[in-house]
């Protein structure tokens, strides 16, 4: 069986303000500390994968912390669905293979307007190479090995591959990160 997890980063270093808008809205997660000008949220609501309740995380985090964000959904390791929020709403969405859930569309990656994620996290310098990345539909078999090949083209926190809500309240850690350092609210 392959990876599901789902979770936002935040293009901010701000935990305290992270921390107050998930408290206010009463959400269940993990809070990363800050890393690489970002901090990541392990949601626990959004592990459904229920998109209604992905897009109300990203929009609330988006707002209350003023900050672009950027979701990460990986079902099964075989399709991997990520979500610009800005200001409360979606920015730009990408889907590595829209054919996968009913057989209908194109098997190919569509959305993903590499340019402007990497310029709202700074790192406009990673464009092309996110662009190849979000494009490629033969290189990579497991969707979190594309995550991985992302982080690591823009310089986000590594922490986010392969991490979701339910593998840290399993114990399940990614390298480099210790239960300590997370916050915890709801």
């Given amino acids: 069986m392959g990876s599901f997890y789902v979770n936002f980063t935040v293009a901010s270093d701000d935990q305290k303000a992270v921390k107050a808008c998930l408290e206010k ?10 890393m690489d000008s970002c901090i990541v949220v392990f949601e626990e609501e959004s592990e459904s994968q229920d998109p209604e ?5 990203g929009e609330l985090l988006s707002t209350g912390v003023d900050a672009p964000v950027w979701c990460v959904l990986c079902h099964d390791d075989g399709v991997m669905h990520c979500i610009l929020y800005e200001a409360g709403k979606v920015a730009d969405r990408y889907d590595s293979c829209p054919a996968y859930f009913d057989g209908v569309g194109s098997e190919s990656p569509e959305g993903g307007d590499a340019g402007l994620i990497c310029k709202r996290f700074g ?30 083209a823009m310089g986000l926190p590594g922490i986010a591959v392969n991490t979701g809500f339910e593998y840290i309240e399993a114990g399940e850690l990614p390298e480099g990160l210790e239960i300590e350092q997370l916050i915890r609210v709801g």
């Fill in 53 to 57: 309740d992905i897009d109300e995380v």
């Fill in 25 to 34: 809205a009463e959400c269940s997660a993990f809070i990363s500390p800050p």
């Fill in 123 to 152: 790192r406009p310098d990673a464009a092309q190479d996110l662009e190849s990345i979000l494009k490629d539909d033969e290189e990579y078999v497991f969707e979190s090995e594309r995550h991985k090949a992302i982080v690591k």
